[in-house]
């Protein structure tokens, strides 16, 4: 083995995520979920009409006791999210595509 191979960086590969997914991160300590909340129709000159998703329900669980957190975010700050928690190591381990149901939402904010 070359000496000099010993200095050259490890390559780390990052798994990317394109476009708007309402998915769910999970890692060693929590799974957080996002669910759309918000659905708005915008113009588009090639589609037409789109629709697109402007707020979330970002739900998270703490692995260690299953208890949960509630709260509402907009898009922006969901993609900031899913950017930071899949670069430090979270996994995309499902794809909701339906709010979340309101009993469940509003069960936990009557508490």
Known sequence: MHPKSAQHPITVYIKRVKETHHMQLTNNVTIV???PEAFIAESDEVKGMKVVVKRFIKCV???ANGQQSYSTVTALTARN???????GGAEVTDIHTSKLPANVFYR????
């Open 108 to 111: 936990s904010a009557a508490c």
């Open 33 to 35: 979920d996002f669910f």
């Open 61 to 63: 669980t703490f692995r």
């Open 81 to 87: 999210e899913w950017d930071e928690r899949i670069a």
